[in-house]
Nanobody, 110 residues
Framework: VQLQASGGGLAQPGGSLRLSCAVS????????MGWYRQPPGKPRELVAS???????NYTDSVKGRFAISRDNIKKRLYLQMNSLKVEDTAVYYC?????WGQGTQVTVSS
């Protein structure tokens, strides 16, 4: 199983970024997927999750700003991040039930 995250980078407060995670080696359309993040010096936390039928769940701090989605044909997971804040700075990871991606750095700074 491989999860390859991409799309991180530097954004200004109020800006947007879109993360993508390419998945291979598992039956993507049948599994729950999630995005996690680990801010500097803090533990890893769940940001958003999505079920195979596209039901979603978000941590309170990103509700209304982030949107998780998936393409079950392309086997890709996405995280659209809008209205970014400095406190969104973290390494972001995609996760399947038993595997982690390698992480992509998101830095929000003016």
């Amino acid at each position: 199983v491989q999860l390859q995250a991409s799309g991180g980078g530097l954004a200004q407060p109020g800006g947007s970024l879109r993360l993508s995670c390419a998945v291979s080696g598992l039956i993507f359309r049948f599994v729950d997927m999630g995005w996690y993040r680990q801010p500097p010096g803090k533990p890893r936390e769940l940001v958003a999750s999505i079920t195979p039928d596209h039901s979603t769940n978000y941590t309170d701090s990103v509700k209304g700003r982030f949107a998780i989605s998936r393409d079950n044909i392309k086997k890709r997971l996405y995280l659209q991040m809008n209205s970014l804040k400095v406190e969104d700075t973290a390494v972001y990871y995609c996760k399947s039930p038993h595997h982690w991606g390698q992480g992509t750095q998101v830095t929000v700074s003016s």
